[in-house]
């Protein structure tokens, strides 16, 4: 479940009328802290899990990874024959969520004590199924059609199903996240728990979610929300509270880019108010926005 479905806090802004591009009165307000946040990336969105206490609901989610290592690979004809391997993959995975690092530095971070490394084709063959259990689910590199954009990088931003998962796998609790030990993954981790959300909104409006980065990596937009009319909103996810001229520049070049497509475009933050800025940009905290 992504963190409009948890019941904590009732959502004011509507993703699927931001997608009509109805240009709704930006509103809310919410109590939720950066504290909050951390709670609900490492408490996770299995329905399951989530209402147990923290102890429990940490044993549970490791019993979730070593069942998919020990039986559900093994059950689609896949034989581990070095679990210690995958799971360093797994963990060089989770540390690199919302990025699109490449497939070959992964590689290397999986190197063993031994300095063995798995060779390319194993670690591929880890890719494709564990997607296919739904455990990896990568975010698509977008191709927008009949647009100007040119010379867009197709590589997916790595994600785990659960934020909470990732967290399991490198060892991060809430306070952690907010400690020097785990700071630089908080914003990475907080982009997972809004992209977990946004994609069960985006299903419930007949949408698809992608990412926009050029090749040169100069523009960048961490979500494009795509209806099925063609129509899209470009989302930035900044675990700031407040939002700076700086955080939508990609967003306004987004605009310039496709004036008759971009029906809106949002900041999602860890804030307490949603609001409109005079750009015309929503600023939504990630508890307010909702299908």
Known sequence: MGLHERGSVTPTVSLAALLAGEKVEIQGANSLALTDYAEAIVSSG?????STPARVRRGLLDAYLTRVVDRDL????????????LRRWLRAYAASSSTTTAYSRLLDATTGGDTAQPAKTTTGAYRDHLSQLWLLDPV???????????????????QLAD??????????TASSLLSSAG??????LFESLATLG???MAQAAEANVGHLRTKSGEREVDL??????GHVVGIEVKLAPAVTDADVRHLLWLRDQMPDRVADLVVVTTGSVAYRRP???????????GP
């Not at 299995?46 to 989530?50: A, K, N, Q, S």
């Open 224 to 229: 494009i929300v795509e209806g099925f009319d």
């Open 279 to 289: 750009d015309g940009i929503a600023v939504v905290p990630l508890a307010l926005l």
């Open 183 to 188: 700071a630089h993954l908080a914003g990475p």
């Open 198 to 200: 946004i994609r069960t």
């Open 163 to 172: 934020p909470a998962l990732a967290a399991r796998l490198l060892g991060l």
């Open 140 to 158: 698509p590199g977008w191709t927008p059609s009949h647009n100007a954009i040119k010379q867009l990088r197709q590589a997916p931003k790595h």
């Open 74 to 85: 093994p059950d689609q004809g896949y034989e581990i024959r070095r679990p210690d391997t």
């Open 46 to 50: 299995f329905p399951g899990i989530l």
